[in-house]
């Protein structure tokens, strides 16, 4: 895991330094002598990343289905509707939808990574490990999104306590 740790992070000193296609002949070098160690990390990340959607996924459900929703529909029945929440509710699940997706295609370019041959073709496995890096950085920004309306949503019911 070390090592892998290390290849991470002289690929993202390169990434400052260098544009993508401008990939060092060192660098080439060491992807080639550690190619199979480099793609079984990246299936531990691959196994890794698909347990935290599927728990991240089901605790976003859960929160949309179990409370935000289940509050805005009492709200309405008791004649107390907020506007605010219901656009907090429509944001909530448009931004889990996306999560979803993007998840998803950071999932279909990581499978494509981790079954090219990096020994024979290491630019374009580069290439293709930069592009898995944008879509991954994607879904960090998803759930951080995701987060953020939940906060939101506290502070909005907070608001709403203090006024019934």
Do not use: W
């Not at 060092?24 to 196994?47: A, T």
């Not at 929160?63 to 709200?75: E, H």
């Not at 079954?115 to 759930?143: G, I, S």
């Amino acid at each position: 895991m070390k090592r892998f740790l290390v290849v991470v992070a002289v690929f993202a000193m390169s990434v400052v330094a260098l544009p993508v296609n401008a990939i060092s002949d060192n660098q080439v070098e060491v992807i080639k002598e550690r190619c199979e160690s480099i793609r079984d990390n990246l299936k531990v990340v691959q196994k890794n990343d698909a347990k935290a959607r599927v728990h991240l996924g089901g605790r976003f459900e859960t929160v949309l289905s179990k409370f935000i929703m289940p509050l805005n529909m009492r709200l309405v029945e008791n004649g107390l509707p907020s506007a605010e929440l219901v656009e907090n509710q429509n944001d909530f699940s448009k931004a889990k939808t996306i999560f979803v997706n993007d998840y998803i295609n950071y999932q279909q370019e990581l499978e494509e990574l981790v079954a090219m041959d990096c020994k024979n073709e290491p630019k374009q496995f580069y290439e293709k490990l930069e592009k898995v890096r944008q879509k991954r950085k994607m879904m960090e920004q998803d759930v951080m999104k995701l987060r953020t309306l939940i906060t939101n949503q506290i502070k909005i019911v907070t608001g709403l306590r203090s006024k019934i």
